[in-house]
Structure formats: structure tokens, C-alpha cells
């Protein structure tokens, strides 16, 4: 038997009619119930706020937005709890709170957030372990009160729904503005498009995570609505392909591919027309959209090889080719090896960017870092262990399993079912993101994530009976005997809520101050000048946090510019307390830096050679380190470093001119010029590299060789051409490169009369030079004599051109006169 039979022949038991869909909705307008009371306006405007606030507040010159962002939400978290625990229904019904734990998805949540705080224990750097909690904390806590609002008025659904697909039709109009203008030459790149958000990046991710919005409203709502879905999901998809993330485009093909079956499956139980046309309708929207994509791509982008400007299969062919020089792979298999290290309670919250130098420190040869794994997941098992990994995948894996049970099992036509597959294909578009990303940093993106969970949340908690269809809220509905337990629970949990929002709020408020003197610096270190006084700094950055949102120490910020002011001992000072992360070589390079420049060699090489066994590829500090080893007369030591630097990284031009400049200066010009051979073949466009070539030949062969090419050109000067280009031919035998001899050999031709072999010589002389003013007048000289007219006044033209006397009075002499 059906369920809908069964539920019309309980209701025939029970003496009354059953009352379908239809006939409880015509039930209900006639009953003439307001769409909100007066009284529920307030949660609607907090919905409004997390949606809103958070995702258009400035960044207010901060470094980066997101610390703007959480310090907003932790505001709002404040201001909405306080104004929950202060209505009249909640101070009635307390065990609503705790109806929240009565979920999976619920206890999984909380518990895990409690492992976040016992992953404290492993933390190496518990600033960043406490910050990290802090964003975690305001996430959890806006999930929470959003499930407390939707439990009190189960319809606010729709209104979110309808909010977050006119949002998503609002960033994806902006994405076509931006479009139009990269179009007209007015915008550089695609890569700069960023509408309100940070980057590029946090757009695209903001669109394809409202996605779901759309396709709920197109799938379960009626008559406009239905439209503005549609729109809502054309735009999202078009403006996905248009932002050429290739993350997203695997994400649309794989969902497409759930939809597919999902739509597929209906089909088959019900046997009804109408999913194929669902099927048929979202295929035809994402078609239309890869095709305008795919004309406006072809016929108006401005023609250029940048990879977000082709075509969506070229970008996806080179997610392989990409992937095996992708720092972000090498990180993933970096926290691979962390989590096998630290399998059980991981690294501790926020610290992943501490343990990841161990690993990327042997490979990086810069400063700028990995901050984030750009896999959420990943991420989260490597800072939590495997238990917390596994419990933060279970928040998604509970509500996907309400789902499956509510499609399998459930009818599908309640508004349960409705609500669940919003939350389940929001988690998924979600997870798509957090799978290539780390929206779990992100305020923004957060929001959509704990819209999604609270209705996934709420929606567990509802029945498909006509009861519960009917109504707004879900009860309190404690077990027996429990309801007083459950009171004073929730008032427990109330106050351990506030007494974590407010230093929670404080924390996010010092890290938004540190933001905007850290968005100073990385102006000034972009610009390669540090401006600013190093007294700004010293006094006005606050205690939290100790490391930089791109993961430098404040510390080491301080002492770069008590450097640049010669203030070393002072740089020492605030470097010696620094213990923000022990795999950081900058305190060991900036302390190194700072005593070599106080003149104590010793102490600048401990800490050099501390710098070198953490971060052995960076070439400054390798500089340092020769600089030292070879005051002290330790030249073997360096050879070492040098060699084992320049196998790792062959493509440093400066590192080969500067082991080669070592070896000449120490007088060992075989090995000097051995160096500048190799350093020429991996290296062989580069200036550096070539003057230093250039000086090492001089010294190896041209100066040792000296009197023989003194001897051919007194021979020339006294005008005896044939001896002397016998002279000048058996010196370039001997030094086969010396610009000069090539050049008077290229004169001596020309007054013997060889016209011919001087053309064919000054040829050969441009194949290793540039070409020389005097010579490209004399080849036109030799044209004119061999009666070439037009090749001799082609080359007086360019020797004019080049600013040779000679050649202009040629041209003028012969060529305007031929004219």
C-alpha cells in the first residue's frame, strides 16, 4: 500500500477525510493566516543580516577581507543571540535550544568543535590555534541561531531561497559588467575580476555555491518564481564558465551528472513525462550557457594565450599538466604525511601552516608560503587528526543521508523533502569548494554553508505527517521526564555560547586591527621599498595574533624594518623571543642578517647556517652563508652549499654568476669558467649571467693571450693588412671569442679587397654579437663595391639609424643622390 493510501485510510479510521497537498494549502488560505506575524519580522531581518552584512562589508583596509568579515559575524552573532534568548517563546520553551543536539548532523557538529579545542594539546603555535577557533566558533554559532529562527518558522526557507538566487543573479550580472569591459580593453585580465569580494576566486565560488538556490525555486515553487530559478541558474552556470575556474567547471559536469541520474531515477519509479522535461530543461539551460559562453569567447575576447581565455575543454586538458608542477598537489601530499605523523589528534586547530615548512621548506625557495591546503577536508584531518576529519565529513555525510532516506523511503511531494534537497545539493555545490578551496576561511562563503546546514538541520528534525506539514515550527517536544533536564541544559549551553561569542568577537576585532598594518607592509614590500618607520609598527600592532595572514611572523615583520633602519640589535632582540613557528627560517635569516651587519661574523654564522638546514634553496641566505664561510677562511664548506644549491636550482641565474664570480675571485678560473658555461646553458638569455660569461673569458682567455692580440693590431695600425690578418686569425684561434679581433679581422678583409669574405665575416660576427654600427656601415661599403647598390644603401640606412657617422654620409652620399 502507498503511503498516501495509507495515510487516506488512517484518516478514514479515525471518522475524518484525508486531506491532500491541494486541498490543506486551499485550507489554509481560506483560514486567512497572516504570510508573517508582526512578532516574527525581527528573525527575518537577523536571516537578512547574515546574508547581507557579512557578505558586503568592506574590508575596511584590512590586508584581507575575511578578517572584516568574521569580526562582523561574531558582531552579529552577539546581537542575535542576545535577542533570541530575550523572546518570550525561547524563555518558554528553553529545550528548543537543545532540539538542535537532537540531530546527527547536530552532535556531529558539536562534537566536533569540541576536538578543535582538544587539538589545542598539539598546537605548536596556540595564537593561531585560538583564532582559528574563534572562526570555527562563529560559523557553529550562526548555524545554530539560523536553526533556532527556522525551528521557530519553518517557511523562512523560502525567503532564503529567494534572497540567495536574486544575490546569485546579482554577482553573476556583475561578472558580465566586468566581462563586457575586459571585452572593450578597459579591464587587463579575467583574473581581476572580483566584483565585492576579494579575488576572483571567492567570487566564482560565491556563485556556484548559490546555485541550489535557483534550482530549488525552479523545481518546487510555481508561476514566477519558477522563472526567476531559471534565470538564476542560466546566469550562475554562464557567468561559472565566463570566471574559468576549472575546479567549477569539473563540479557543474559531475553534479550534472548526480542530476542526471537523480532525474533518470524518477522517471523510472514514476514513469511520468514530466522529469524529462526537468531533465530537458536543465540541460537546455546549461547548453545555452556553454554556447553564448563559447561564441562570445571565440568571436569577442581580445586574442591572447592566457589560459582563462580558452575554450572549457583546453582549460580542463591542462588540469593534468598543471597538477604535476601544482604546489597545491605537493601540499596535499605534504598533509598526507602529516596526518600519518599525527593520525590522532593532528596538529592542533590553525596550525597546518606551521607544519606544512617542515615540508615545503626543502623545496620553496622563497618566502612566500602555503597558507592554506586549499582542500578543506584535508586541511581539517591534518590540523584534527583522523577522528576529526571523519566527523566534519559526517556533518555533510548525515544530512546527504536524510535525504536518500526522505527520497527512498519518504514522500517526496512534503516540504521536508523539499528543504532536504536544498540542504543536500547546497552541501554538495558546498563541498565542490571546499574540495579545490578553503571557503572554511572565508565569512562569505561560510554564510551559504550555515544556511544550507541549519536547514539541513532543522529539516531532520520534521515529520512528513500531515501535522507537521502544516505547521510552521518544529516543538520543543522533549521526551518525558526530561523537559526540566532539558531547561536547565539549555541554559548551560546558553551561557557557555555568550561566554565564548564575546572573547571570540574581541579576538577577530585584534586580528581585523593587525590586518590593516599588515595590508601596509605588503603594500610597501610589493612596491620594494619600506617606507614606513619601524616605531609604527613596534607600538601599534596588537598581541594577537603573532603571525600574519600569509603566514609570516609579526616579529619578523618588525625586525625587516628595524633592519632597513640599521636598528640591529634591536631586530635581534625581538627576534631572540620569537617562537612562532620553529620551522620558519626567517628568524634565523633576519637574526643572521642583523648580526653580520653588527660585525659579529660568529654568531651571523650559526644563525645562517640554522637558516640554511631549515630552508636550504633560498639563495639569499646562501649568499650570506659563502659571504661568512669565506671570511673565515673556509672555502671548502662553501663549495658544498653552492654545489648542492645550484643541482636544486638551475634556472637561478644569479646563483650561477655568483658561484662564479667566488671561484674566479679565489683565482680557480677552470672551475669559474666550468660554472659559467652550465650557468649560460640553463640560463642562456639572461644579462647577468652573460656579463659575468663575458668576464670570465676575459680573464681566462683574453688576458692571458694579451700580447698576441697587442701584436696584430700594431701590425694594423701600420697598415700592413695581410700580416695583420694573419696575426688576428691565428689570436682568434687561440681565443675564438674577442668581439674586437672579430672586428678588425672583418677591416683588414675589406682593405685587402675581399669584399666577399669581409660580407660573410660580418655575418658571422651577428651570430654571436650584437651587430656593431661600424661593421654594418662597412658591409654596406663592400655591397657598393661589389656594385650591390641596394643591399649597400640598405645597411648605410641601418648603420645611419644606429647612430654611425660614416653610415649617414654614405646614405646621404650615395643612396639619396641615386634616388
Not at 534550482?215 to 546566469?235: E, H, N, Q, S, V
Not at 537546455?284 to 569567447?297: D, H, K, Q, T, Y
Not at 591546503?373 to 565529513?393: K, W
Request: charged letters at 20%.
Amino acid at each position: 500500500m502507498s503511503r498516501k493510501n495509507r495515510q487516506h485510510k488512517e484518516k478514514i479510521q479515525r471518522g475524518g477525510k484525508y486531506e491532500g497537498r491541494k486541498n490543506r494549502r486551499s485550507k489554509y488560505r481560506k483560514e486567512k493566516k497572516p504570510l508573517f506575524k508582526a512578532s516574527q519580522i525581527p528573525f527575518g531581518l537577523i536571516i537578512l543580516a547574515y546574508i547581507f552584512v557579512v557578505t558586503f562589508t568592506p574590508n575596511w583596509m584590512a590586508l584581507d577581507t575575511n578578517t572584516s568579515k568574521f569580526m562582523t559575524l561574531s558582531i552579529l552573532n552577539i546581537l542575535s543571540f542576545s535577542y533570541l534568548l530575550s523572546r518570550r517563546e525561547i524563555k518558554g520553551e528553553p529545550g528548543l535550544l537543545m532540539r538542535f543536539f537532537d540531530t546527527r548532523a547536530g552532535i556531529a557538529y558539536g562534537a566536533f568543535m569540541v576536538l578543535v579545542l582538544v587539538s589545542f594539546t598539539q598546537a605548536i603555535n596556540i595564537h593561531e590555534a585560538v583564532l582559528q577557533f574563534t572562526k570555527l566558533f562563529s560559523v557553529f554559532a550562526a548555524v545554530f541561531i539560523l536553526s533556532v529562527i527556522l525551528m521557530r518558522d519553518i517557511r523562512y526557507v523560502k525567503m532564503i531561497a529567494v534572497l540567495g538566487t536574486l544575490l546569485l543573479i546579482f554577482d553573476s550580472l556583475s561578472v558580465f559588467y566586468y566581462i563586457g569591459q575586459y571585452i572593450e580593453g578597459n579591464f587587463r585580465s579575467i583574473t581581476d575580476i572580483k566584483s565585492v569580494y576579494s579575488n576572483k576566486n571567492i567570487l566564482a565560488s560565491a556563485i556556484f555555491v548559490k546555485i541550489p538556490f535557483a534550482m530549488y525555486l525552479w523545481l518546487y515553487d510555481t508561476k514566477w518564481l519558477r522563472r526567476i530559478g531559471i534565470a538564476g541558474m542560466f546566469t550562475g552556470m554562464l557567468a561559472t564558465f565566463f570566471l574559468a575556474t576549472r575546479g567549477f567547471y569539473v563540479g557543474l559536469i559531475v553534479i550534472t551528472l548526480v542530476f542526471v541520474l537523480y532525474t533518470l531515477f524518477n522517471y523510472y519509479r514514476e514513469k511520468k513525462s514530466s522529469h524529462l522535461m526537468v531533465l530537458g530543461t536543465y540541460l537546455g539551460v546549461l547548453v545555452l550557457a556553454l554556447v553564448i559562453f563559447s561564441l562570445v569567447r571565440a568571436n569577442l575576447y581580445p586574442q591572447t594565450t592566457a589560459r582563462h581565455t580558452q575554450a572549457v575543454g583546453t582549460q580542463l586538458a591542462t588540469i593534468q599538466d598543471d597538477a604535476r608542477e601544482s604546489n597545491r598537489v605537493s601540499s596535499w601530499f605534504w598533509s598526507f604525511d602529516i596526518i600519518r605523523e599525527n593520525p590522532i589528534l593532528g596538529v592542533g586547530a590553525g596550525n597546518w601552516k606551521i607544519n606544512i615548512l617542515e615540508h615545503e621548506n626543502q623545496r620553496n625557495p622563497g618566502f612566500i608560503y602555503l597558507y592554506k591546503a586549499h582542500n578543506d577536508f584535508i586541511e581539517t584531518t591534518a590540523e584534527l587528526g583522523v577522528p576529526g576529519g571523519l566527523i566534519y565529513i559526517f556533518i555533510f555525510v548525515f544530512v546527504f543521508w536524510n535525504l536518500i532516506k526522505a527520497y527512498l523511503y519518504r514522500d517526496r511531494r512534503t516540504r521536508r523533502y523539499r528543504h532536504l534537497f536544498l540542504a543536500g545539493f547546497g552541501l554538495m555545490f558546498y563541498g565542490f569548494d571546499a574540495f579545490f578551496n578553503f571557503p572554511h576561511d572565508r565569512p562569505e562563503i561560510q554564510i551559504l554553508f550555515s544556511l544550507y546546514l541549519a536547514i539541513g538541520i532543522v529539516s531532520s528534525l520534521a515529520s512528513d505527517d500531515e501535522e507537521s506539514e502544516s505547521r510552521e515550527d518544529i516543538p520543543a517536544n522533549p521526551p518525558e521526564g526530561v523537559a526540566a533536564r532539558r531547561g536547565g541544559v539549555a541554559k548551560i549551553l546558553s551561557f557557555v555560547m555568550l561566554a565564548l561569542m564575546l572573547p571570540s568577537s574581541y579576538i577577530l576585532y585584534l586580528n581585523f586591527q593587525s590586518s590593516k598594518l599588515q595590508r601596509v607592509i605588503y603594500q610597501e614590500i610589493m612596491a620594494g621599498q619600506l617606507s614606513s618607520s619601524a616605531d609604527l609598527f613596534l607600538e601599534e600592532f596588537p598581541w594577537m595574533p603573532n603571525l600574519s595572514v600569509w603566514g609570516e611572523s609579526i616579529s619578523s615583520l618588525k625586525a625587516r624594518y628595524l633592519i632597513q633602519e640599521d636598528r640591529f640589535q634591536e631586530a635581534i632582540d625581538i627576534l631572540r623571543e620569537e617562537r612562532t613557528n620553529p620551522f620558519d627560517a626567517r628568524r634565523e635569516y633576519y637574526s643572521a642578517l642583523a648580526y653580520y651587519n653588527l660585525g659579529e661574523t660568529d654568531s651571523a654564522l650559526v644563525f645562517s647556517e640554522k637558516a640554511y638546514n631549515l630552508k636550504p634553496n633560498y639563495f639569499r641566505n646562501v649568499q650570506l652563508l659563502s659571504r661568512l664561510l669565506n671570511e673565515k677562511g673556509m672555502e671548502d664548506k662553501i663549495y658544498g652549499y653552492l654545489g648542492t644549491y645550484l643541482d636544486n636550482n638551475r634556472d637561478n641565474a644569479n646563483a650561477w654568476a655568483f658561484a662564479s664570480d667566488l671561484y674566479q675571485r679565489a683565482g680557480d678560473s677552470d672551475r669559474a669558467w666550468e660554472l659559467i658555461e652550465e650557468g649560460v646553458l640553463h640560463n642562456p638569455n639572461d644579462s647577468i649571467v652573460q656579463q659575468q660569461h663575458q668576464r670570465v673569458y676575459f680573464q681566462r682567455f683574453i688576458e692571458p693571450n694579451r700580447d698576441m692580440l697587442e701584436e696584430a693590431v700594431d701590425i694594423y695600425s701600420q697598415g700592413d693588412y695581410e700580416a695583420a690578418l694573419e696575426s688576428f686569425e691565428e689570436y682568434l684561434e687561440v681565443v675564438p671569442e674577442d668581439p674586437n679581433a672579430e672586428r678588425l679581422r672583418a677591416f683588414s678583409l675589406y682593405y685587402l679587397d675581399e669584399y666577399e669574405e669581409c660580407i660573410e665575416a660580418i655575418y658571422a660576427y651577428e651570430e654571436s654579437y650584437d651587430p656593431h654600427p661600424s661593421l654594418v656601415n662597412l658591409r654596406g661599403v663592400c655591397y657598393r663595391a661589389l656594385g650591390d647598390i641596394e643591399s649597400a644603401c640598405r645597411n648605410f640606412e641601418a648603420a645611419m639609424r644606429m647612430g654611425n657617422a660614416s653610415g649617414e654620409s654614405n646614405y646621404r652620399r650615395f643612396c639619396q643622390e641615386e634616388d
